[in-house]
């Protein structure tokens, strides 16, 4: 009786605090960005916001231009599915794993096989040739097949790990129904990934590098891209779409379809959180944590714009999930470990003893394979992104070494060879082409100079604050603010919840062991990055399975009817938020083809596509190319470029410096150029204090006066444009393509 006393005062406590704190959470979330209650917007002139879904015309609808898109992006996730399926039997890690697990497991491992095979082709030169791709494609699914017609892939085991029971005794309706709640948020994220991109970095490399190696035919080294020399896992899906994809610009097309397979990366991370929670936890728990997830303005964000943050994301979170899938079991009411689901998380025999038979022969081949899926899964997340090196390999090597409480060198080599395997072809690449496996992060290589060099540390050093510190206890209090409630995209939804994780006793121990890994993330993020939000992204996943975890903490009815409204109000705030802001396309309903071109509806409207760049694909005679300076986002120009990054050699310098008239004509001639775009505003904005920097020898008076009207090499083309803005000149003399 006393016991049940003392749990009820606990329980409303616990209840009272949580309430009364998450009131102030909200007081603090809406006034740090006061943009966020603009929702209203959405609800008192919902006309508005479906008007925005087709660009303010009617006329303008179209969805049917969409399925090629999806037939591409859903054909690789298919053949990635294979892919990762045939892998996970022949190492058998696909053992005593429930139906949704082996899928969301093969998926991920799937797509990362299917993008080292795009480089790997790619590196062979064999982009053009799609013979190349269907050949081993074709291979491996007859293998697939044949091996799943002798029944030599596992069943799943949803009735043997307890998941049953789990879900039995989550009778209310969110464990039943409350998956559903996601579907806004599903086609929210695949139409936004199939609109064309407007993010600078998008547009500079991660779909603009797929594009030229695609019509080069080959994967090469970039002397004007350096971020094109960085590992780009997750765009290798956009180089593979662009082989796949039929027609009339099918490097376009086919970066739509590359840029909806990384926004798919958000619904299967969310999948993979609710097969995790309703493994370790509960169904209720894994439906918290894939809502909180997916609907989690941060995450949409990166998604819809084609970034690469959500790749990374779920590799780290797959990998996670390996991890504790091989490691003993977590707490009390926590199912983990390899035998978990024979024994519906309590450990069972074969872990403490060693049987005659081969119970224990395979239970280590088990674990084995797991400790080699965790370690795929972590190269995988580095193939996307150098810096999951930090962030992902090392916490998770430091996790396969001592996760029994000794040192086991064995688990931590085959951890280390699995990472290898993943994101070893990255690094020889750049080893080969570059000279330098992790260029151009640090130890130099081609192209790089000490000034350059400089340049680049410079601009992805710490920060540092007005006494010149980088690390201060003002620095820090305002980075745990900016991840707590004032960085712009975060949900009202993921921190208070998974703080309630460390209120519940049912999984305590897998709550610190999660927390740990945020905490340790989000000091690496503080110590050694440039402190960019976005960069913290990529650890979400991981915030909300605290918050499935703090969202069950009590399985009374009023806690559950407080946590139940609580999620579908949240859900309704950020769907609101990002149909409203204003930092979107949300032309998810226009057609594609007005998309490409983006004429505004007059001079004054916004248009996705630069007006310099719409005159250049309608003026530039074929055969001919265009010199970009300053400009650094070529994608959806359609005739040959050349342009160089900030962190590059300028191509422009290099073509005029120090020559005279006849020779800086014949370098123009010799590179088939007709035309130069001059962006005086990008220029600015590198010049500009504590920015990237730009090359001193680009001047208005070098142009404007020297080339233009003293050598007469070039003619400024009048354009109803500010020419502080930028300028457009023509070759004069250029010859005609024969």
């Not at 294979?82 to 497991?105: A, N, P």
Request: with cysteine; net charge positive.
């Amino acid at each position: 009786m006393r016991e049940r006393q003392s749990g009820k005062a606990y329980f409303g406590w616990a209840t009272a605090a949580f309430l009364a704190g998450f009131v102030g959470y909200l007081l603090l979330f809406y006034t740090a960005v006061p943009e966020r209650l603009q929702i209203w917007h959405a609800v008192f002139i919902p006309d508005w916001v479906v008007m925005s879904w087709v660009g303010g015309d009617f006329g303008r609808f179209s969805v049917l231009d969409r399925v090629p898109v999806l037939l591409v992006a859903g054909s690789i996730v298919a053949i990635a599915f294979v892919f990762g399926r045939l892998t996970l039997s022949f190492v058998r890690c696909d053992r005593q794993l429930f139906r949704l697990e082996i899928v969301v497991f093969s998926i991920g491992v799937g797509l990362s096989e299917l993008s080292l095979l795009t480089l790997a082709i790619g590196l062979l030169g064999g982009l053009r040739c799609l013979w190349c791709f269907v050949l081993p494609i074709g291979l491996v699914v007859a293998l697939a097949a044949w091996q799943w017609k002798r029944g030599a892939f596992q069943q799943p085991n949803d009735n043997a790990t307890g998941i049953g029971d789990a879900a039995t005794t989550d009778a209310d309706w969110l464990g039943r129904w409350g998956l559903w709640l996601g579907v806004p948020f599903v086609l929210l994220i695949l139409f936004g990934g199939m609109l064309p991109p407007w993010d600078f970095d998008v547009r500079e490399y991660h779909l603009q590098v797929p594009k030229e190696w695609y019509q080069e035919g080959k994967i090469g080294f970039l002397p004007h891209n350096i971020y094109g020399n960085m590992p780009l896992g997750a765009e290798m899906h956009a180089l593979l779409a662009m082989v796949i994809m039929p027609g009339e610009r099918d490097w376009w097309w086919g970066a739509l379809a590359g840029k909806t397979v990384i926004a798919a990366f958000v619904p299967l991370t969310a999948l993979a959180l609710f097969a995790a929670g309703r493994r370790f936890v509960s169904t209720t728990a894994g439906v918290f944590a894939a809502l909180v997830y997916m609907s989690t303005p941060w995450v949409v964000h990166v998604s819809v714009q084609g970034l690469n943050e959500g790749a990374v994301a779920f590799y780290l979170l797959l990998a996670v999930y390996a991890m504790l899938l091989s490691s003993p079991p977590v707490g009390p009411g926590c199912r983990t470990g390899p035998d978990a689901a024979d024994s519906g998380g309590k450990r069972s025999s074969v872990s403490r003893s060693r049987p005659a038979d081969g119970t224990y022969r395979e239970t280590t081949r088990v674990m084995r394979g797991r400790i080699l899926l965790a370690g795929f899964l972590a190269g995988s997340a580095v193939a996307c992104k150098y810096p999951a090196v930090l962030f992902v390999v090392l916490p998770l090597l430091a996790w396969s070494m001592f996760c029994e409480r000794r040192f086991d060198w064995k688990r931590a080599i085959l951890f280390l060879l699995a990472v290898f395997v993943a994101c070893g072809l990255w690094f020889g690449k750049n080893w080969a082409l570059a000279g330098n496996p992790v260029y151009p992060l640090m130890f130099g290589g081609k192209t790089r100079t000490a000034e350059k060099t400089e340049q680049w540390n410079r601009a992805h050093q710490v920060p540092r604050d007005e006494d010149g510190r980088r690390y201060s206890a003002a620095q820090a209090a305002d980075a745990f603010r900016q991840f707590g409630w004032r960085s712009h995209w975060l949900s009202p939804l993921l921190i208070p919840l998974a703080v309630m994780a460390f209120v519940s006793t049912r999984c305590r121990r897998l709550a610190w062991m999660m927390a740990a890994l945020v905490l340790y993330f989000v000091l690496a993020w503080w110590l050694v990055t440039h402190r960019i939000d976005r960069f913290w992204v990529p650890v979400l996943p991981i915030v909300a399975l605290l918050a499935g975890v703090g969202a069950v903490w009590s399985n009374d009815r009023l806690w559950r009817s407080i946590a139940g409204t609580i999620l579908v109000c949240g859900l309704l705030a950020n769907l609101l938020f990002l149909v409203s802001t204003n930092r979107h396309d949300h032309r998810h309903l226009v057609s594609l083809e007005q998309l490409r071109r983006d004429e505004p509806a007059d001079e004054h409207g916004a248009s996705r596509v630069n007006a310099f760049h719409r005159y250049l694909n309608e003026a530039v005679p074929k055969g001919h190319t265009v010199l970009l300076v300053g400009d650094a986002q070529p994608f959806d120009l359609e005739m040959p470029v050349i342009y160089s990054t900030c962190f590059d050699d300028c191509v422009f310098e290099q073509l005029m410096k120090g020559r005279t008239r006849e020779e800086r004509l014949a370098a123009l001639r010799e590179h088939r150029i007709s035309h130069i775009y001059v962006s005086w505003a990008e220029i600015e904005r590198y010049r500009s204090p504590g920015n990237y920097g730009f090359t001193n020898y680009v001047t208005k008076s070098v142009v404007r006066d020297e080339l233009a009207r003293d050598q007469g090499l070039l003619r400024r083309v009048p354009l109803n444009i500010n020419p502080d803005i930028g300028e457009v000149f023509q070759v004069v003399g250029h010859t005609q393509p024969k």
